[in-house]
């Protein structure tokens, strides 16, 4: 009698260990899938390639002011030798505007207009290191201007 | 002996979890390498799909900017009314049977609107209004919510003003 009472709480012993074995593999494939299905909730699409930084420049240069279009202004911004001019006030205003409007959350840029010695850039140049560049936009006058998209 | 036989069983049983713990961390490791391999096939795939497919929406003479033949990289705010009007409404649809379908099957897209976010514009459908200098969304096709959006900025030309403002192209579609 006492020998089959060791058998039964031997083998339920067992049982037990094996219960838990089980529950322990179940909690971390659960924990396993939730960060899976965790991570894989985004259904925005960011592409490598440069051709938003490209439509983005295109459409930055070409959108108009008044009776003025952006590329006037930051002509007439560097013309003036770029930051701090107050001719570049505008010009600086409006495409922290622009960028603000289009630009994902996560994304940062680094706008910059030369001509000769003078630069115009936008502030957050130091954030954007390594991105998608524009195709560099060179106007009449040896003026150029480029666009670097980083995320 | 039957206390043994416990103690065994035991030592078994933390050599067989140690062992499963072992074997889920490498697991775990295994299938990271593996996702990174899948996400990059993916990324591939979706730079493909929606390089050629917003090149190729950019660049339909239904919606882009062009004067007397020479085209400009820009869409025409006139046209993205007009092409919305004859993709959505009823009419066309039983007139020129599968004029949505043709779009879909063509560019597999299962939504497209062009956003005006720059300058400031009212708020409400560029379709259905009267002054649609005072709206900011242009719905072009429309067949079903869901699906991977990508967005991308454009340059949007009002001919009768003269003007450029700034929007973006919302494409929705999915990966066949």
């Known amino acids: ?151 | 002996m039957n206390k043994k036989g416990q103690l065994e069983i035991g030592i078994t049983m933390m050599i067989l979890l140690v062992f499963l713990i072992l074997l889920i961390i490498s697991l775990i490791v295994y299938f990271q390498f593996t996702y990174q391999g899948i996400k990059e096939t993916r990324q591939e795939i979706l730079d493909e799909k929606f390089s050629t497919l917003v090149n190729t929406i950019t660049g339909l003479p239904e919606l882009k900017c062009s004067t007397r033949g020479a085209e400009r990289e820009c869409l025409d705010a006139e046209r993205l009314v007009a092409f919305g009007k004859v993709v959505n409404n009823v009419a066309n649809i039983n007139t020129y049977r599968g004029i949505k379908d043709n779009y879909l099957e063509e560019f597999g897209v299962n939504r497209l609107d062009v956003e005006v976010v720059y300058p400031d514009v009212g708020v409400g459908d560029c379709n259905q209004g009267e002054y649609r200098e005072s709206c900011e969304n242009f719905n072009l096709i429309s067949f079903k919510n869901t699906g991977l959006k990508y967005t991308t900025p454009v340059s949007v030309y009002y001919p009768d003003e003269n003007k450029y403002k700034i929007g973006k192209l919302i494409v929705t579609a999915e990966i066949n």
Do not use: W
């Open chain 1, 1 to 151: 009698m006492d020998l089959f009472r060791k058998n039964v709480h031997g083998k339920r012993g067992q049982a037990e260990i094996f219960g838990l074995i089980i529950i322990v593999v179940l909690l971390i494939f659960a924990f396993l899938f939730f960060v899976k299905v965790k991570q894989d909730d985004s259904s925005n699409v960011v592409l490598r390639s440069n051709f938003r930084a490209n439509n983005l420049m295109n459409a930055i240069m070409n959108v108009n002011f008044g009776d003025d279009d952006m590329k006037e202004l930051l002509k007439k911004c560097l013309d003036k030798g770029g930051r701090p001019a107050p001719e570049c006030n505008v010009p600086n205003d409006e495409l922290t505007k622009i960028f603000e409007k289009t630009l994902l959350e996560f994304e940062k840029f680094e706008f910059k207009g030369t001509k000769g010695g003078a630069e115009f850039t936008l502030p957050q140049i130091s954030d954007c290191l390594e991105g998608i560049t524009a195709s560099p936009v060179r106007l009449r006058g040896n003026y150029m201007f480029t666009l670097k998209l980083c995320s």
